[in-house]
């Protein structure tokens, strides 16, 4: 009886390393998988930080070029308006000098 109780004693603590063994293994599992899931929320946020990021310039570069876009055409409606003005007076001219 002592030899099976010793055995029956040695099965119990080898079940019980072997279930301690698979309790820490599942929980470096767990802790792998927590790793990693942290490790992709910040590669995701990174990546929409940089998305953003483009997206704030690509508005700027866009008010930009409408502001060059409206200096642009307020030039061209002061020449066209300088253009005409000297254009009347030419005109006035020819007329004084059709006049004397």
């Given at each position: 009886?002592?030899?099976?109780?010793?055995?029956?004693?040695?099965?119990?603590?080898?079940?019980?390393?072997?279930?301690?063994?698979?309790?820490?293994?599942?929980?470096a599992l767990k802790e792998k998988l927590a790793e990693?899931?942290?490790?992709?929320?910040?590669?995701?946020?990174?990546?929409?930080?940089?998305?953003?990021?483009?997206?704030?310039?690509?508005?700027?570069?866009?008010?930009?070029?409408?502001?060059?876009?409206?200096?642009?055409?307020?030039?061209?409606?002061?020449?066209?308006?300088?253009?005409?003005?000297?254009?009347?007076?030419?005109?006035r001219e020819k007329e004084e000098r059709r006049k004397?």
């Amino acid at each position: 009886r002592r030899a099976q109780f010793i055995s029956g004693e040695e099965a119990r603590k080898q079940k019980e390393m072997e279930q301690r063994e698979l309790e820490e293994a599942e929980a470096a599992l767990k802790e792998k998988l927590a790793e990693r899931k942290i490790s992709r929320e910040q590669e995701n946020a990174r990546k929409e930080a940089e998305r953003k990021e483009r997206e704030e310039r690509n508005q700027q570069k866009q008010k930009e070029i409408e502001e060059q876009k409206r200096a642009l055409q307020e030039k061209i409606e002061k020449a066209k308006e300088e253009s005409r003005k000297k254009r009347e007076a030419e005109e006035r001219e020819k007329e004084e000098r059709r006049k004397q």
